[in-house]
């Protein structure tokens, strides 16, 4: 089976720093990943980590550990605009589909 | 933006009728998915297709049916719609090849009475 499980919500502050924890437990892990998704809209792509370690991309980064089955989202200088849910979803193998799990929304309060 | 469109994006239909959503995209991907998002549950999925005529069912799929039949769209068929069918549907590609990353449709809100 699989499971993979994150906050159901967050609260921060606007100009602070919050990290979106995500655990997994899959077979045949080949990579995560984090999608943006904004009340109404569809989900974005934000990142993918298929390697240990952390990957930067401007306000956001993604961290990956996977021996450890954990992947963090990394927010900085938090936004009004950055109010939405973040999804993790792991690449398993083959050609099988993307498993997301829940998601977890975020608030950025003034 | 990937080229995907979803139609209708809004359907409000009575229990027991058929419903018919459609997929398009314009990127020639091999590989297309039906999800449904709703609270509580995150996006699951319903069933996709890895080519023309050739699918395979997902973590929900009862009560749905696909087909493919052109590599642009994948229809999924809820042949007698039930109010726990209320949701909302999104269309994906992409999950296979160099990235792996899926792009989403707007998405098809379905109110069954």
């Known amino acids: 089976g699989q499971n993979i499980d994150q906050p159901t919500e967050m609260t921060a502050t606007e100009g602070a720093i919050v990290q979106i924890n995500c655990t997994y437990q899959?077979?045949?892990?080949?990579?995560l990943f984090w999608y943006q998704q904004h009340a109404g809209e569809a989900p974005t792509f934000l990142s993918y980590?298929?390697?240990?370690g952390l990957e930067e991309k401007g306000r956001f980064s993604s961290f990956l550990s996977r021996s450890k089955g954990y992947s963090y989202l990394l927010l900085k200088e938090l936004q009004m605009k950055d109010s939405a849910s973040y999804l993790c979803?792991?690449?398993?193998?083959?050609?099988?589909?993307?498993?997301f799990g829940k998601g977890t929304r975020l608030s950025v309060i003034a | 933006d990937a080229g995907i469109t979803q139609s209708p994006r809004h359907k409000v239909t009575e229990t027991g009728t058929p419903v018919t959503l459609r997929c398009h995209q314009t990127?020639?991907?091999?590989?297309m998915y039906w999800y449904r998002q709703d609270p509580g549950h995150g996006l699951r999925l319903i069933h996709y297709?890895?080519?023309?005529?050739?699918?395979d069912k997902g973590e929900v799929s009862d009560g749905y049916s696909v087909s493919r039949s052109k590599t642009e769209d994948f229809l999924l068929t809820l042949e007698s719609a039930t109010s726990s069918q209320t949701s909302v549907y999104f269309c994906?590609?992409?999950?296979?090849?160099?990235?792996?990353?899926?792009?989403f449709g707007p998405g098809t809100r379905l109110t069954v009475t």
């Open positions: 979803a792991v690449y398993n193998s083959g050609n099988t589909p993307l498993v």
């Open positions: 899959t077979s045949g892990f080949n990579g």
């Open positions: 980590n298929v390697l240990d």
């Open positions: 990127e020639n991907h091999r590989y």
């Open positions: 297709s890895y080519g023309v005529k050739d699918t």
């Open positions: 994906a590609i992409g999950g296979a090849g160099l990235s792996y990353e899926q792009y």
